[in-house]
Structures are given as C-alpha cells and as structure tokens.
C-alpha cells in the first residue's frame, strides 16, 4: 500500500526531484541548444522554488526565468550564483529592488529599456537586462518594428541587453502557421542584434528545429507535463497526489450524494469520502468528471467537489483497498496532469500550478 498522508494532512503530494532532472536533460537533448534554462515561475509550477530551484542547479541549469520580482527574491536566495530573469515586465522605479537580488528583469518597452539604462549610468555599471519583442502574443514586447528600430541604438548597450528573447503562441499545436510566422519574425529580430544570445523555445518548441536559439527556457515540461498534445507524453511524471479515504459507506437506489443533490445512485453504491477539495486547489469544476485510482481502479468522483472533501463511486474498487485510513491517487498511477485537467474543463498547466498548501509535500530525489 501507498504510505499514507501525515497525521493532520488530508493530502500528500510528492515531488519527484529526481524525474525533474531526468525531465530537464531530456528536453535539453531534444532542444539542442547551447543551453537549457528552466521556467521556476509559480512556486516552480507548484513544486517549489526552493526544492527544485537547486535540484536544477546541481544537474547543470544555471539560468531560471520567474514571473514576478518576488519570486526572483526567493529565488535568488536558493540559488545565491544563477543568472535568473523576471519576465513579467520592469514595473517604474523597481531598478534598486532588481539591483539588490541581482535579477534581470525582461524589459518589454523603449520606456522600460530607457529606465534600466539610466539605471545603469546612474550607478556606473551595466548591469544585464534580456529584451522582449513580441512576435504574436500581443502581451507584453516591443513589437517587431520596434525591436529592429532600437538596433543599433547605444541604449541597448547601455541596458546591458544579453538576450533577446519572445514567446511562442502555440507550438504545442502541430503545423500551426504562427510558428513558423514567429520563428521567421524571431529570425529578422535577431539578425539585427549580432552578438546577444537569442531565446524562443519553450517546452514544446524544444521539439522544433525552426524554434531552436542560443537558449531554450522549458517550464511545463519539466514538471511532467505533455509538451507533444497528441503524442505520447515523453516526459517523466514528477507529481503525485494522493488524499486519504475517511470514510465508506453504502447507499441504496434512488439515495443522493453531495452538495444540491446533482448524483443519483442507480442502483446500491458504495461512496468513499476523500480529504480533499477545491480549497487544496482540486478544481470544483472536476465535479462529475474527474476520479481517483482506488486499488488500481479508476472510481469516479459523485456528487460536487466540496471545499474540503471529494466522494468516490467505489463499487467498482477491490473491497480490501476502498477502506478508512486507505489511499486514493488523484494524480499518479494513470492519472496524468492532462486527463486531471481535461476531467476539469482546463489545463494541466492550471491543475499543477493550483495545487495547495495543505498538503503534506514529501520530496524525493
């Protein structure tokens, strides 16, 4: 049997350190880029910046991308000698709190690339800075007229600008056009900037020569998730979750379940209770689509997800595994992040990044 949650814990969620890192060679073979960065943005996709940060770092990452300066404080204090960027922009007058964690933020404006170079004259350093041009996510960048416009300009040395770098829309799609439209714009971008490390490749654009660049900066993929829809997932699983039963109970035909009564037993079930709900970050939207492995069988989830508890259709599970005190796997053993996302109406990305703090995480590497 699966050891079970910690006492207090409705919840355990383990995070496989060692899968991380396997995941992380894998997509740098398969990007073939003169180097591999990892995305440690969102707590590290839920796994934590303070656990995989350094696990990354031991196997020979020595760049992370994080979304916002927070995160680049508590990543920085994990890794004291890695070059880490912020990607979500250069918010006004946040220069002295970038320069005190030695981050580099991703400037996406003239503006925000004028400030960081008057940053740099004022303090008499050059202190790096990566650029974004936007080349079709119409979200954060220069646009592409205006990243060719700057070339050539003395400001951009003046920011420290050391990579040049966009966003991918859909290279998970295969054969999308708009790859290979941003590749192409990506490609006249970086011609105009000789000498600066160029980053496009994202988890799934390390699977495309068209993506490939000085950088590759993979992030869903390095926590298990499908960076190939359609294929056969190439990665490592690197999370599961596992809530404790606590309790069984038989219920005859016709009898409701749950929150508004939405399940109704078609004939005599038997309901197992799970500690577990959308408070831990198991979406609420998992109602009457979502399941959990009981004793190697898929038991589907009745009634609606509540903030603190999930009830299972056992019948189907052996007798001797569907008890009190017994474990139920909500992602694991066949469950990966995507079917747990598409049981929610949504991504794995959102699943693995939701999930919460109550339970007890166990590391293991």
């Excluded at 979500?88 to 404006?109: H, M, Q, W």
């Excluded at 989830?301 to 005190?325: C, Y």
Aim: negative net charge; aromatic residues 6%; proline residues 6%.
């Amino acid at each position: 049997m699966t050891d079970l949650p910690p006492l207090g814990h409705g919840g355990r969620l383990t995070i496989d350190l060692a899968a991380l890192r396997a995941n992380w060679r894998r997509l740098s073979h398969e990007a073939q880029c003169p180097e591999t960065a990892a995305v440690i943005k969102a707590d590290a996709y839920g796994c934590g910046i303070a656990e995989a940060g350094p696990a990354l770092w031991r196997e020979g990452c020595w760049t992370f991308f994080v979304a916002h300066l927070s995160e680049g404080v508590r990543a920085r204090a994990a890794l004291p000698e890695a070059a880490i960027y912020v990607l979500n922009g250069f918010p006004p007058g946040s220069a002295p709190a970038y320069r005190e964690s030695d981050l580099r933020p991703v400037l996406g404006s003239i503006e925000e690339v004028a400030e960081w170079a008057a940053a740099n004259r004022a303090e008499g350093t050059t202190r790096p800075a990566a650029l974004h041009v936007d080349t079709g996510m119409n979200r954060l960048g220069l646009s592409v007229a205006e990243g060719l416009a700057l070339a050539g300009d003395p400001v951009v040395a003046q920011a420290g600008i050391d990579l040049l770098m966009s966003h991918l829309v859909s290279a998970e799609v295969e054969h999308d056009p708009l790859t290979d439209h941003q590749a192409a714009e990506f490609a006249r971008v970086r011609a105009a900037y000789p000498g600066i490390r160029a980053s496009l490749a994202n988890s799934s654009g390390d699977f495309l020569a068209s993506c490939r660049a000085d950088l590759a900066r993979p992030g869903y993929a390095l926590y298990g998730g499908n960076p190939r829809p359609g294929h056969d997932n190439p990665m490592r699983p690197v999370v599961r979750l596992e809530a404790t039963i606590l309790q069984v109970r038989e219920v005859a035909a016709g009898e409701t379940a749950g929150y508004n009564a939405r399940w109704t037993a078609s004939g005599p079930r038997r309901l197992a209770t799970l500690s577990l709900g959308y408070a831990d970050g198991f979406p609420r939207a998992s109602t009457g689509r979502g399941e959990a492995v009981v004793g190697g069988v898929r038991c589907p989830f009745v009634g609606n997800v509540s903030m603190d508890l999930i009830i299972l259709d056992v019948t189907g599970a052996p007798a001797e595994a569907a008890v009190r005190g017994a474990p139920a796997t909500l992602i694991g053993d066949g469950l990966d992040l995507d079917t747990v996302g598409r049981h929610a109406g949504t991504i794995g990305y959102e699943i693995l990044t939701g999930l919460g703090r109550r339970y007890a995480r166990v590391y293991r590497d």
